[in-house]
């Protein structure tokens, strides 16, 4: 009987590479926080990415298998601690990603209009942690007391916003700030997320990069996009496509540098159309702070270079931007569940081929994988080929005899009928989708998401 705590893509790939092998029999057990499964396919890719988010489907096929339960709105740490936990499961796999966002450490971060891409990014999702429930919501007009009603007056009162890293997050942040309402209106995104960006007036959105355009981590196909949006011109300075030596060390070894920097000089090189918004993007720049009284109203740059040690530095030239919003989007960081063991210089929890290390041996019965295992890297296929490698090392020590099998899910359920919990299962995420589907048809839309947990709550409960 394994536990995997996190119903992400990693956790249910994890669930997958278990119930696709038949030489031990295995129940697993995926469990969440949250009321509904998914993780970051739900809450994190875009909502403008289809294809993306329709891995959902594949995500729920396992966990509907023989052998595989969802157990959601199940708080372990805290509703459970995981010693007891481990008391009446097998084995534990850690899947429960990288909750948490990294900052700049530069003056004004903190400032009214200045956020983490994740928050940004929870809030367009319709996460329920950013959006509280209606009644807790301040009236209309009232100092915005929760996120979802930060990122709602934000978004009314950005007409230029600056976007810090040139990763994936940040393509998907600008093209959301950049898009009309109408051109997001065939998402899924939450009444009350559309409702704010109807009111949206951004024109230009300014992207940083504190290195070249060699060193990006975009996506080719996700960097293309940004050329493809209607009455959006995108803005690139000939001059940054002048290749140091070490940039074209990079072109020349990384393909994707490559197709990314021809995509780069094709747009330096296209004239403007005169649109109505316009994308920047800036390289060799970085923030140094973020300027404003009681919000942001601009941020202050500095041209950078990479010095001999091969560290970024500043030049000492400077700039300004006005903006009234900035997002930091310069990646994910894990945090520790309580118990579990965690490493915070690198912000995950220490393994070897996903064997948990605790005080410094092997854990017998702990595993961890995704974010929380290799950090907040790859696309959501990565997290495949890395649970699979868990399950492995853990099959392995299911064969050599280092796990004995000897709990049955009867323990957990018994647990935490005992703490008083009653989970989510399938049937319950089935009424949400149902009732999502139908919010969304009845605006002529293909779903709505239910942001709030109450709403979530409601339409998992079992009327027949
Ligand atoms: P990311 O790819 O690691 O990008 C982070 C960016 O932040 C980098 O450009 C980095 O620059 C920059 N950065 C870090 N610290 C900085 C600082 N102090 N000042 C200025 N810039 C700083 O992270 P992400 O965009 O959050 O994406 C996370 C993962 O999700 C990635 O693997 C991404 O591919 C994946 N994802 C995929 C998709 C998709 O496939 N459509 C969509 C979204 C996310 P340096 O390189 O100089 O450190």
């Given at each position: 009987m394994v536990a995997i705590i996190g119903a992400g893509p990693s956790g249910i790939y994890a669930a997958e590479a278990l119930s696709q092998q038949s030489d031990v029999p295995v129940a697993v057990a995926v469990l969440d926080r949250l009321p509904v499964p998914f993780g970051l396919v739900r809450y994190g890719v875009a909502p403008d990415h289809h294809s993306i988010r329709s891995i959902r489907n594949t995500l729920e096929r396992t966990l509907e298998k023989s052998g595989v339960r969802f157990y959601g709105d199940v708080n372990i740490g805290?509703?459970?601690t995981i010693e007891e936990l481990r008391g009446v499961v097998d084995a534990v796999i850690y899947a429960y990603g990288a909750g948490s966002d990294r900052r700049l450490?530069?003056?004004?971060?903190?400032?009214?209009g200045s956020i983490a891409a994740p928050e940004f990014v929870a809030w367009y999702c319709g996460h329920p942690d950013v959006h509280p429930?209606?009644?807790?919501m301040a009236p209309r007009g009232a100092v915005p007391a929760s996120k979802a009603e930060r990122a709602a007056r934000l978004i009314a009162t950005t007409q230029s916003a600056v976007v810090v890293g040139v990763g994936n997050v940040a393509l998907d942040v600008a093209r959301v700030l950049i898009k009309s309402v109408a051109e997001l209106d065939d998402t899924d995104m939450a009444d009350d997320v559309l409702d704010s960006l109807a009111d949206k007036m951004v024109t230009d959105v300014h992207i940083l990069g504190r290195r070249g355009p060699a060193y990006t981590t975009f996506t080719t196909k996700e960097l293309r996009e940004l050329g493809q949006l209607p009455d959006v011109d995108v803005i690139v300075d000939?001059?940054?496509?002048?290749?140091?030596q070490s940039s074209r060390a990079v072109i020349e070894m990384d393909k994707v540098a490559a197709r990314n920097v021809a995509v780069m000089a094709d747009w330096a090189k296209a004239p403007r159309t005169n649109a109505a918004r316009r994308i920047h993007l800036h390289f060799w720049t970085k923030p140094n702070a973020i300027l404003?009284?009681?919000?942001?109203e601009a941020v202050q740059t500095e041209r950078t270079r990479i010095n001999a040690d091969g560290y970024v530095e500043g030049t000492g030239e400077t700039g300004l931007i006005p903006a009234q919003l900035v997002v930091r989007s310069v990646g994910y960081k894990g945090v520790q569940l309580p118990g579990v063991p965690f490493d915070p210089n690198t912000g995950r929890v220490p393994h070897s081929e996903g064997r948990v290390i605790r005080d410094g041996e092997f854990s017998t019965d702990e595993y961890v994988t995704g974010w929380i295992k290799r950090g907040p890297t790859g696309v959501i296929g990565t997290n495949k080929s890395d649970a699979v490698e868990t399950v492995t090392s853990l099959l392995t020590d299911i064969h050599d005899g280092a796990?004995?099998?000897?709990?049955?899910i009867d323990e957990l359920d018994e647990l935490l009928a005992d703490r008083g919990i009653h989970p989510l299962g399938m049937p319950a995420w089935h009424r949400i989708d149902a009732a999502e589907i139908e919010l969304g048809e009845s605006h002529g839309r293909r779903r709505t998401t239910l942001a709030h947990r109450s709403e979530l709550l409601a339409a998992a409960e079992d009327h027949t």
């Open positions: 805290s509703d459970v450490g530069i003056e004004g971060e903190d400032l009214f429930d209606i009644d807790r000939p001059a940054d496509l002048e290749f140091d404003g009284v009681d919000q942001v796990i004995a099998g000897k709990h049955s």
